[in-house]
């Protein structure tokens, strides 16, 4: 079983990451996770280093293990259907003499390691800083790595359950894909939301000055967070091996558990989930014309709107924009500063406003991958009397519709509810639309050379292609540079610098495109 | 119709799947293109419908190039790949309809159009449904009434008669006949050789990318059959 699992599983992956992508394709999206991961292991770092100088030491074992296990849990929902479940070669893998069990476990071992990866990313770092400030003895070494390699295990099964229950859920219904979409993003915000909340602390907590006073709260608060990372603590703090234990056999356990219980229904899931609800009663209407340009346009939005992988992953960013509006316009400022513990948020805050939201739009950038996405239909674009200037603009065309009305109503929110100047109101409607055409253009221009249309699962384009991680990073970039500027200039300067920024993202937006057109795909 | 002139196709590691083809297909022409597997059938139908990119020689489609017009020649052609890869996200309908938009099809015509082709092929009841929702058969029916929408002066079909039902064939071969009469012209591949025979008016024979034989039908075959016919050809060119 072993062998047949470990066999499925590399070609899973090999599948996800090698496929027919372009050289330069692999290479930018190596270059791309590798960035990503520097700069992640460099931050975590900091962190550790930063609490250990703060001789709040005692908090990096559960505050690494709550984290990667908070964010695991977020990313593993969006993508647990599609990868376990409702996956093209499905029908293929179960037709194979190997049992239903090994193919789940091979499933869910690839995103287990993609998991496990990014948790290493961040507590080896922070281990190396906990190692820098405690010294702590030899036993702490295989804790701490053994504890590594179990932390994604129950966040993946978590999400992974929940991803099931949404499928048990939905199947049942005509429009399974919407349901499953809405509730995906739904209980992913839920998770945001709690996350949050639940890490942030309330008006007394504030007024406590003593810093190691402040490390106990803050404990507690990722205690609330994550409860097995007290396990984890009492394991590297106290080499307790009873709790270090427990948490070894909670993830393990819990994932046999999973296992068992998933392999029972796991067909009768993936049927009910493959199979649809035909009628067969069809009665031929009036059939509603429009330009190939709209046809391009509307065709796009079915397959985004079509398929709950897509959309949870593109669409999280713009649920994240407009949830961050409405607490913004419900809570204000400074209460909001407060619920997500961020000091200092609510300071100047209408300065960055505009590039936060033009920042989370970036996340919704569908231009990076809508090409890739064709894949086996491209012979219908391909054969089609369209000029791919029409593709093109039918595509990015989608991806306004998509971003710019959520932009225009989380600025309306936060212009309503927050008193700014003429000058920060205009500014904060005109820099999102800017980027957003920007970021679309770019987009188009990163999936036009970084094409992967060899795919079996969206997940493969939508979450680890080359073209949607330059152009979800490039798109964030971009927006987060000029937001970091905008904290440090002031006054004058500060105007200046968003003409300046309109005038380049636009003009570059611009001469993009007309290079764009021109591109075979 | 359908001029292909001195048609080679060189895939980037270096492999020559198509070399210096020539041939043409006249208006009211049923054209079948036969040929083992592997032996440059669907890399030079796929170069015909725009699909594929080519470096050497010519293809012309109602006397335009379909790398110099590529949308001219495309707006009078209709293509249907072996494998009927259609959106699984639009129902039959609606695909129809994006396919009816991106021809600029009048809206009664387009819808007298797929009510006569999906009564004939008995998809009508289901095209409310989702592809993804259909078994292979259905997805090609509804490729080809998607094929037939704008009444192409041209028809393409890489191996049309894989995965439909006897009766879907029937229809087929007299949706053909009638598009002929019409004075369209079709171009299409195929393996089974008691097909090609019965139906097509003219072939061409094709073997590692070379064509080997190709006129009017009757003349080629003779007396003998078109199996004889592809044997000898085949076992010559050894």
Known sequence: MKNKCFLLMKVQLLGQFRGKEKKRGTVVMMAAYLFVDVMIAAYSFLVAAGLGAMELSYMIPGFALAITSVITLFFTV????????????????LSFPIKTGTVIA?????????????????????????????HPGIGFYPIWLLGMMAAPLLPTTAATVIGALIILFTSRFRHANVLTTVLTIGITSVIMVLSFGLSGMDEGDILVQELNQLGQVMLGAIHRLYPPSVLFERAVISFDMFSFFTFLLLSIGWYLIFLKLVSLKYKSMNTALMSWHARSDYKLGTLKTSSPLMAVCRKEAKRFFGCPMYTTNMGIGLVMMVLFGVALAVMGPEKLEKWVNIPGMSEGITKVLPFMIAMLQCMSCTTCVSLSLEGRNLWILKSLPLDKKTVYQGKILFNLLLTVPAGILVSLLIAVRIPMSAWEVLFLFII?????????????????????????????????????????????????????????????????????????????????????????? | MLEIRNFSKTY??????????????????????????????????????????????????????????????????????????????????????????????????????????????????????????????????????????HQPKLMVLDEPFVGLDPKASITLKNIMHEMCGNGSAIFFSTHVLEVAEKLCNKIAIIKDGRLIVSGETEKLTGDESLENLFLEVIEDEK
């Open chain 1, 78 to 93: 969006l993508k647990a259907n599609g990868v376990l479940f409702a996956y093209r070669d499905y029908e293929l893998l």
């Open chain 1, 106 to 134: 091979s499933r869910f071992l690839s995103m287990y390691l993609m998991n496990l990866l990014f948790t290493a990313v961040v507590m080896l770092p922070m281990g190396a800083g906990y190692v820098i400030w405690e």
């Open chain 1, 432 to 521: 999102p639309v800017v980027y957003a055409v920007f970021i679309s253009v770019l987009g188009m221009y990163i999936n036009i050379k970084f094409p992967k249309y060899d795919w079996t699962s969206e997940a493969a384009v939508v979450k680890q292609s080359a073209s949607s991680m330059a152009g979800i990073f490039a798109g964030m970039f971009n927006a987060l540079i000029p937001l970091i500027l905008m904290l440090v200039l002031q006054g004058m300067f500060a105007k200046i610098f968003e003409v300046f920024l309109v005038v380049l993202e636009g003009g570059l937006a611009y001469f993009l495109y007309r290079h764009v057109i021109k591109l075979d795909f």
């Open chain 2, 12 to 149: 980037k590691k270096g492999k020559k799947a198509v070399d210096n083809l020539t041939l043409t297909v006249e208006a009211g022409d049923i054209y079948g293109f036969i040929g083992h597997n592997g032996a440059g059938k669907s890399t030079t139908i796929k170069s015909v419908v725009g699909v594929l990119d080519f470096e050497e020689g010519e293809i012309l489609i109602d006397g335009k190039s379909i790398r110099k017009s590529p949308v001219e020649c495309k707006k009078v052609t209709a293509y249907i790949p072996d494998n009927p890869d259609i959106y699984e996200h639009l129902t039959g309908v609606k695909y129809l309809n994006f396919i009816g938009d991106i021809y600029e099809v009048p809206s009664k015509i387009r819808k007298e159009r797929i009510a006569k082709y999906g009564d004939l092929l008995e998809i009508t009841g289901s095209l409310g449904d989702l592809i993804s929702s259909y078994s292979h058969g259905m997805k090609q029916k509804v490729a080809l009434i998607s094929a037939l929408i």
